[in-house]
């Protein structure tokens, strides 16, 4: 037990009473934190929804394409290694109650054919045309999926620490506090039916000396 290991003085009294205060306040502000961290992730929660629905279709309508202009074109392996690499993507970050949270910018270009018209189709632009709008979609979804993730983790260890405040340091320091509050009361009573003895022993000696004198 915490109280057993504190020795009872006004010192330690004093300097638990300012630790309880500050384990309350910590406890305060984490579960203040920890509901604007709830705040910010449900929000991003319902636009992960939204499009995971819309990523599921376009991926369905461009593998559908795909699927086409491979079927009219037979393996387009050689035609794909034409595109060139998507440079075109930025991250930053901001913070909410200190947790980074990515902001991806993306600058895409008009959409432009990269590869010879002798040796492909209309299908194949489709399916191009389909695929870039797949990325365009899956540059969003990886900015609020990774922004609910780092929220939820962040939400999960500021949980924790309020609990541990709240079950265990808290509680502790209100034991502590208790127990030295009722050592220093028990030490005063004990002083005080001292002082109260000496007191009724130098008034009955005085008056034993006055009859002496007598």
């Known amino acids: ?3 057993k290991q504190v020795f009872p003085t006004k010192g330690n009294l004093i300097a638990t009473k300012k630790s309880l205060s500050l384990a309350t306040l910590g406890y305060e502000l984490m579960d203040k934190k920890r509901n604007i961290l709830i705040r910010e992730m449900m929000a991003q929660v319902d636009s992960v929804k939204m499009l995971r629905e819309r990523i599921t279709k376009t991926y369905e309508k461009a593998y559908a ?10 393996r387009i392996d050689d035609i794909v290694d034409n595109v060139p690499i998507d440079t075109g993507i930025q991250v930053s970050y901001r913070s909410v109650m200190g947790v980074e949270i990515p ?13 010879g018209l002798e040796y492909t189709n209309s299908k194949l632009d489709y399916a191009y045309h389909c ?20 929220l939820a ?8 620490r309020a609990n541990a405040l709240k079950n265990i340091v808290i509680p502790d320091f209100e034991k502590t506090v ?8 028990e030490k005063e009573r004990e002083e005080f039916s001292r002082q109260k003895v000496i007191k009724a022993n130098k008034q009955k000696q005085a008056l034993l000396k006055k009859q002496e004198q007598i």
Do not use: P, W
């Open 103 to 115: 902001k991806i910018t993306y600058e895409s270009d008009d959409l432009e054919l990269c590869y």
């Open 65 to 74: 394409a795909l699927q086409q202009a491979n079927m009219s074109l037979g």
């Open 131 to 150: 695929f870039h709008q797949v990325k365009e979609i899956t540059v969003i979804l990886a900015e609020v999926e990774n922004s609910v993730y780092r």
């Open 178 to 185: 208790k127990f030295i509050s009722d050592s220093l009361e």
């Open 1 to 3: 037990m915490a109280n």
């Open 153 to 160: 983790n962040a939400i999960r260890k500021a949980q924790k």
